[in-house]
């Protein structure tokens, strides 16, 4: 089992910066790849962005890349979503998930654990 904590998530406005950050234990970190998800009210969830186990690819949800960046901390067991020039759009419920598969997916059921999420609203 891992367990997942997502922190960091708040009221900001338009235009500012968030920083996510999802601390995890249970297992070793470095033997999961790491996905951060969002959820906004009425709409599915969607992928926004996927670190591999050791950091050194990453993946993001279209139109994402560019604002937002994933990074991760293996000594420290966690992971991170760096949130740049925020948007009224990007508010949602922030959620981080852990997936044993070794290479990129955005699918949910790809990833075997996740977090109770963290709310990030921006206002306009």
């Known amino acids: 089992q891992v367990q997942l904590a997502e922190s960091g998530g708040g009221l900001v406005q338009a235009g500012d910066s968030l920083r996510l950050s999802c601390a995890a234990s249970?297992?070793?970190?470095?033997?999961?790849?790491m996905g951060w998800f969002r959820q906004a009210p009425g709409r599915e969830r969607e992928f926004v962005a996927r670190?591999?186990?050791?950091?050194?690819?990453?993946n993001y949800g279209d139109s994402l890349k560019g604002r937002f960046t994933i990074s991760r901390d293996n000594a420290k067991d966690t992971v991170y979503l760096q949130m740049n020039s925020l948007k009224p759009e990007d508010t949602a419920v922030y959620y981080c998930?852990?997936?044993?598969?070794?290479?990129?997916?955005?699918?949910?059921?790809?990833?075997?654990?996740w977090g109770q999420g963290t709310q990030v609203t921006v206002s306009s």
């Open positions: 998930a852990a997936s044993t598969r070794d290479y990129f997916t955005s699918r949910e059921r790809d990833y075997d654990y």
């Open positions: 249970g297992r070793t970190f470095s033997n999961y790849a």
């Open positions: 670190i591999s186990r050791l950091g050194r690819t990453t």
